[in-house]
DNA sequence: AAATGACTAAAATAGTTTTTCGGTCATAAC
DNA sequence: GTTATGACCGAAAAACTATTTTAGTCATTT
């Protein structure tokens, strides 16, 4: 049963993730945004870090639902691939949430905020590899370990959202989506 | 002119370096192991960085030959890519000192190392660039962004070897080379 | 002119005290 | 009897101080 209170309290504790950071945000902080004593936390979540574990995993759950919906069946993969992760992006960048911990993982490397990301990064790798599997037997790719193919193309999108940027300019969501599909669907290998 | 001095300073710093760290090398430990005044390192290094710089330097060209003379004139371009990077691999492997101070950027994240081996990721992905147009004019591979498709060859060579590793089993050589020729060159799209 | 090591100022480290904070629990509210 | 609360506790972090280390200098030596 979801209480009232529980909703508070999460809606609290996402409040001052965001804002100050998982290491940041006090017990007695989230207390007060909730308007709840902060024993009442306690009776919904046993720790501070099932707490933050709970949020994630709504938010993970959010964001297979988003990723879901930009697909539409009949598209070609890549398409779908890129309006699924590009879709994901905007949703991080749109929940502050995310960015803050990307950042509290870069500059303090908490370790619980660590292994949540990771979970996240596992999950849409996962998302990633029943996709391909479909793509398989629906013959749009030809046969191919799916687990390495979708960590490979996952990590590509990644290196270009992210990394490119720190060397040269940034690349906008058409860009990659070509770049994605030209190295990865088609090769450049002369015919 | 080299004098025998500087080169015994050299020695003894990557001695230390490699057992020690950068941050676990004092420069009295440098002097002791190369058997001088700690005076005289600086009538030819500036400061300890900078005596890091010009080792990282030496080892930046020797890496550079090592990777032009695995490259075969007339073989496929992924061929000598791979043999390239595996040998580079390989030398750093044997070289304790590019091991040593990876470790110690995870760890402890020593901004003066971190620099050093960005450097030569950067000198790395130049050189990758240049042998991907080569191989764009000989129509090897078909027209596309040098710079992009080095540092995308590159990162997927990292991701296989480093990152695949942490998720699963790591890859052998063969099995790594097959891989990119696989998805860069091949491409996985049906025909 | 090249080499040296005692020296210095600044930074790192160790040691100590103070404060903060996750989690508990006796009590209160309902 | 069930849920909520905040004062309270011990452990851990932060602040502060004392001590040591060390990059770099420079007067002296070779």
Chains 1, 2 share one sequence.
């Not at 950071?21 to 501070?48: E, H, L, N, R, S």
């Not at 890129?82 to 500059?107: G, P, R, W, Y």
């Amino acid at each position: 049963m979801i209480t009232d209170k529980k909703v508070k309290i999460i809606h609290a504790a996402m409040k001052s993730f965001s804002l100050f950071g998982y290491k940041g945000t006090t017990m007695d902080q989230v207390a007060k945004i909730a308007k709840v004593g902060k024993g009442t936390i306690y009776t919904y979540f046993t720790t501070k870090e099932e707490l933050l574990n709970e949020i994630i995993r709504k938010l993970g759950i959010e964001m297979r639902k988003i990723a879901t919906d930009a697909v539409t069946t009949g598209h070609p993969f890549v398409e779908n691939f890129n309006a699924a992760l590009f879709a994901v992006t905007k949703f991080q960048e749109e929940h502050e949430l995310m960015i803050k911990l990307s950042q509290e993982v870069k500059e303090m490397g908490t370790p619980e905020v660590i292994e949540v990301l990771q979970d996240i990064e596992n999950e849409t790798c996962e998302f990633i590899e029943s996709k391909i599997k479909l793509a398989i037997e629906r013959g749009e790719l030809r046969e191919c370990d799916p687990k390495i193919t979708a960590f490979l193309m996952f990590k590509m999108y990644v290196n270009l959202v992210n990394d490119w940027k720190d060397r040269y300019e940034s690349l906008d969501k058409d860009q990659i989506a070509e770049l994605i599909n030209m190295y990865f669907i088609e090769g450049i290998g002369s015919e």
